[in-house]
């Protein structure tokens, strides 16, 4: 069964910054992408980022300058850096992948981000 483990989550100021990870059970290449996602309270799930398995990647307008997804394929694992926070980005962050092999759309537990002013 594919796991994907999120870590980093944590509470900032303003203009601060974090790391998360999420950790694949799988080898990275066994999806065709994967990505961040984020909910806050009362409002729609949301693509914050994403990285294809041949690397390119998209970004949520709003997050586009700030943060920066990128992966290490030896550890199986997937980082979103979240440089000059803001308050607007406190939610609860999921990773998500499209499982390849074996094909799939998984989501980790996630991890709450929460950013103060």
């Known amino acids: 069964q594919v796991q994907l483990m999120e870590s980093g989550g944590g509470l900032v100021q303003a203009g601060g910054s974090l790391r998360l990870s999420c950790a694949a059970s799988l080898g990275i290449f066994s999806f065709n992408s994967m990505g961040w996602y984020r909910q806050a309270p009362g409002k729609q799930r949301e693509l914050v980022a994403r990285?294809?398995?041949?690397?390119?990647?998209n970004y949520a307008d709003s997050v586009k300058g700030r943060f920066t997804i990128s992966r290490d394929s030896a550890k199986n694992t997937v980082y979103l850096q979240m440089n000059s926070l803001k308050p607007e980005d406190t939610a609860a962050y999921y990773c998500?992948?499209?499982?390849?092999?074996?094909?799939?759309?998984?989501w980790g537990q996630g991890t709450q981000v929460t950013v103060s002013s």
């Open positions: 990285i294809s398995i041949g690397g390119s990647t």
């Open positions: 998500n992948a499209d499982g390849r092999r074996p094909p799939g759309d998984y």
